[in-house]
């Protein structure tokens, strides 16, 4: 049984430019979250998915982002015209749908904006 | 509104000192989750325990203990003896009602540092 991945593990792009993260979650688990954490903070919220279904979007989220899950299996999250700002790591976590639906997470994105 | 609050940024302890990470929350749910997750230099999040808020006894996992007190909101986090490889950041973390989104709110985090 593997855990979540996500891929690229780090990227490094310049201001402008779009970028894509990709998350596979634990088979069968049909509930995945995205994540951001910036340095010294915990993370924050940005996204839900139950199976194909984004069912909330944080205020974090801007017009820039998009997440998506097409076939309630692996999920994107494209950034548009990246930003300085937007350096940080990007956690995508999944979980089961049961009454202990603890997330577990996967290694996380790195993102740096030059 | 929920909140996570650690209030402890930096800890640092001699291996096999006995160490406490406090955590105290905020909630108006009467059903929620508690969680704490380590988060060692690689960067990866890894889950400890997880308890719900009917549930206030102690759990110990081996040198892991932890205290959970709903009178004064607060879930605390021991470590027995503690070695190097406990170095980490320790994070906090709450969620709301099962059926709901179950995102996490997370505290700041506490970094610790073994010193052998």
């Known amino acids: 049984d593997t855990g979540v991945s996500q891929n690229p593990r780090h990227k490094i792009t310049k201001r402008g430019q779009n970028v894509t993260f990709r998350c596979d979650p634990i088979?069968?688990?049909?509930?995945l979250y995205w994540y951001r954490q910036t340095l010294g903070q915990g993370p924050e919220f940005l996204t839900y998915?139950?199976?194909?279904?984004?069912?909330?979007k944080s205020r974090l989220l801007s017009d820039r982002f998009s997440a998506e899950r097409p076939k309630g299996s692996f999920s994107t999250l494209e950034i548009q015209r990246t930003e300085q700002g937007d350096s940080a790591m990007y956690l995508c976590?999944?979980?089961?749908?049961?009454?202990?639906?603890?997330?577990?997470f996967g290694p996380g994105t790195r993102l740096t904006v030059l | 509104a929920q909140k996570v609050t650690q209030a402890q940024t930096e800890i640092s302890v001699v291996e096999k000192e006995d160490v406490t990470l406090d955590c105290v929350y905020e909630?108006?749910?009467?059903?929620?989750?508690l969680f704490w997750y380590k988060q060692p230099p690689s960067g990866e999040l890894v889950f400890l325990i997880r308890?719900?808020?009917?549930d206030e006894q102690n759990e110990i996992s081996g040198r892991y203990s932890w205290n959970f007190q709903k009178s004064t909101s607060s879930f605390n986090f021991t470590i027995t003896a503690s070695q190097v490889v406990d170095s980490a950041v320790y994070f906090c973390?709450?969620?709301?009602?099962?059926?709901?989104?179950?995102?996490?709110?997370w505290g700041l985090g506490t970094s610790l540092a073994v010193n052998p």
């Open positions: 088979s069968e688990h049909n509930r």
């Open positions: 308890r719900n808020s009917f």
């Open positions: 973390a709450l969620s709301g009602p099962a059926g709901n989104n179950r995102k996490l709110i």
């Open positions: 998915f139950q199976n194909e279904a984004q069912l909330e």
């Open positions: 976590a999944s979980s089961p749908q049961t009454s202990t639906d603890t997330q577990y």
């Open positions: 909630t108006r749910d009467t059903t929620y989750y």
